[in-house]
Nanobody, 120 residues
Framework: QVQLQESGPGLVKPSQTLSLTCTVSGGSITADSYYWSWVRRPPGKALEWIGYIAASGSTYYNPSLNSRTSISRDTSKNQFTLQLRAVTPEDSAVYYC????????????WGQGTQVTVSS
């Protein structure tokens, strides 16, 4: 059974960098052909895909967030990390990490989600 757990600060100041880590257990983030993704849900809005890091190590980001987003991984800890730069209050959301089977938002495992608020 694959499990994912997000961790990171719940409050970030405007213009700073939001950094969240997803720790994966029950499966290796370098195995098979999965895509390890970050997704968010702003209040009152639909789910928004942020980007992923594939098992191969390649990354792909939502074009609307591409200039501010980086996703990296630590294979020794079986973790992957989201960094979102220059945040504004519009980046406040519940952030989820998830495993995507195909790279097309076909998720089979999710973390529980973590609330991040951008405020001074």
């Amino acid at each position: 059974q694959v499990q994912l757990q997000e961790s990171g600060p719940g409050l970030v100041k405007p213009s700073q960098t939001l950094s969240l880590t997803c720790t994966v257990s029950g499966g290796s983030i370098t195995a098979d052909s999965y895509y390890w993704s970050w997704v968010r849900r702003p209040p009152g809005k639909a789910l928004e895909w942020i980007g992923y890091i594939a098992a191969s190590g390649s990354t792909y980001y939502n074009p609307s967030l591409n200039s501010r987003t980086s996703i990296s991984r630590d294979t020794s800890k079986n973790q992957f990390t989201l960094q979102l730069r220059a945040v504004t209050p519009e980046d406040s959301a519940v952030y989820y990490c998830a495993r995507d089977k195909t790279g097309s938002e076909d998720y089979d495992y999710w973390g529980q989600g973590t609330q991040v608020t951008v405020s001074s």
